[in-house]
């Protein structure tokens, strides 16, 4: 019976190849071909060679280097808060005291919030403290950077603390009370046994919160509005501005995207190659 069926199997997986080739790979490789193009659309593309490659590392009005620095400080400054207080959370709501649930259910509920939905209700909270003082969101970089920090970080921090809560909950009881009667400290048994046994959960939220940080875009273009120009424009944004706000910045556009998939996807390569092998190491 089971040899029977294995010859189906191109039926099967054939709507899920053709909805992977239409929706990524067509497109993805389109994009890469328009990207060493001067075009308006895919049909008066015109080879222009390196030439959008050239110009979006080297035209002061480009941006994108910026960009890039903003987006990778920002990332890093997220991926540490997030999983540092994710984690605490963490190991507070394992405690087993009342009202446990009530707790991770009111912590992980900001991330069914869309993301749009969520940028405009901060960014009338923030602008909303900010014009006591006289100042507003896009008064300087460093208001929109940590108002766009806190929003995140209110946002994910929930999801995180429930993968960390299924890791801590996986550890075996035994092990914890073997720690106590060999004598071990509260800080002994996080760093030596806890943190050893959560790294496949580190994993999982070190690789969401770092790509999810350094492509976002919805919150980015809510909380800080038209308003944002030149103040705060991660990569995302700032590609999406290049390529529908600019005319005859189309190819510079795609361009861009290009550069920024390749960093992407070679960040989370070598995330998830360093977290993996500190996985076997334990």
Partial sequence: MEKSMRKY????VLPTMLAFLIGFLIPFI?????????????????????ANYIRIFTDPSSNFLHSLWLTSLFTVVNVVLINVFGFVLALLLVRGFRGTNLFRTVFFMPNLIGGIVLGWIWNLLLTGILDKFGRTLVYSEAYGFWGLTVLMLWQQAGYMMIIYIAGLQSIPDDLIEAASIDGATPLQTLFKIKIPMVMPSITICTFLTLTNSFKLFDQNLALLSAESSGKLKLLALDIYETFYGRNGWEGAGQAKAVVFTIIVALIAMVQMRLTNRKEVQQ
């Fill in 30 to 50: 389109m994009g890469i071909y328009l990207s060493f193009c001067n075009f308006t659309t895919v049909t008066d593309a015109q080879f222009v060679g390196l």
């Fill in 9 to 12: 199997w191109p039926i099967f």
